[in-house]
């Protein structure tokens, strides 16, 4: 199965990263990955992710899932910016497992304890989130997702009644922009289990 490149991040050496923010940064190589089939299974990845010449996580060949694609674009923004510099293998391997969630510590909110225990990232409130924060949150029926954020849904009182996002799901067959409904349904996001992180510029 082949995913679609619709930009090749190697390939921007004349942008100017200094020109935009790391949010900004996150949202353009989010983009680059779509489609490319769901299937929970192996590392979730759309491609190999190497570290130092050596394979943290290699690719899905049959599809990627959430925290796989979400990890990969962190993965690719970060390495860009220099922000591994120091960090050995065993280090950024911890980090993937936080990412994950494959331990008690990070089992529920992932993502932000895997940015905040490398101090290159920070928990963000969830009135401040932007395009491009990470996300991990859980729903009513206790199904979780990891997703890069987009922006809120709103009521016309300005209540935050849902999020669009940008993650690998069945329902967009691989990479693609969803949005879901935060509230008290059971299939509902539960809002006290909605965690934002953002990296540190």
């Given at each position: 199965?082949?995913?679609?490149?619709?930009?090749?991040?190697?390939?921007?050496?004349?942008?100017?990263?200094?020109?935009?923010?790391?949010?900004?940064?996150?949202?353009?190589?989010?983009?680059?990955?779509?489609?490319?089939?769901y299937?929970?299974?192996?590392s979730?990845?759309?491609?190999?992710?190497?570290?130092?010449?050596?394979?943290?996580?290699?690719?899905?060949?049959?599809?990627?899932?959430?925290?796989?694609?979400?990890?990969?674009?962190?993965?690719?923004?970060?390495?860009?910016?220099?922000?591994?510099?120091g960090?050995?293998?065993?280090?950024?391997?911890?980090?993937?497992?936080?990412?994950?969630?494959?331990?008690?510590?990070?089992?529920?909110?992932?993502?932000?304890?895997?940015?905040?225990?490398?101090?290159?990232g920070?928990?963000?409130?969830?009135?401040?989130?932007?395009?491009?924060?990470?996300?991990?949150?859980?729903?009513?029926?206790?199904?979780?997702?990891?997703?890069?954020?987009?922006?809120?849904?709103?009521?016309?009182?300005?209540?935050?009644?849902?999020?669009?996002?940008?993650?690998?799901?069945?329902?967009?067959?691989?990479?693609?922009?969803?949005?879901?409904?935060?509230?008290?349904?059971?299939?509902?996001?539960?809002?006290?289990?909605?965690?934002?992180?953002?990296?540190?510029?």
């Amino acid at each position: 199965m082949r995913f679609l490149f619709v930009l090749s991040i190697f390939g921007c050496t004349s942008f100017a990263l200094s020109a935009q923010s790391l949010n900004e940064r996150v949202v353009q190589v989010a983009n680059t990955y779509a489609g490319g089939g769901y299937k929970w299974a192996g590392s979730g990845t759309p491609k190999d992710l190497i570290f130092n010449a050596t394979k943290i996580l290699g690719k899905s060949p049959e599809g990627t899932y959430c925290s796989g694609y979400t990890f990969t674009v962190a993965f690719d923004v970060m390495n860009e910016k220099g922000m591994f510099a120091g960090l050995d293998v065993p280090t950024m391997k911890r980090f993937q497992q936080d990412w994950y969630g494959s331990n008690d510590a990070a089992a529920e909110t992932q993502c932000v304890i895997a940015l905040e225990k490398l101090g290159l990232g920070k928990a963000v409130a969830l009135a401040d989130a932007k395009a491009g924060d990470f996300v991990q949150f859980w729903r009513n029926n206790k199904t979780g997702h990891s997703v890069i954020f987009l922006n809120w849904i709103k009521d016309a009182q300005g209540r935050i009644t849902g999020i669009k996002y940008r993650s690998t799901q069945k329902l967009t067959d691989g990479i693609g922009e969803r949005t879901e409904t935060i509230g008290s349904g059971e299939k509902d996001i539960n809002i006290e289990r909605l965690y934002v992180a953002r990296l540190k510029g």
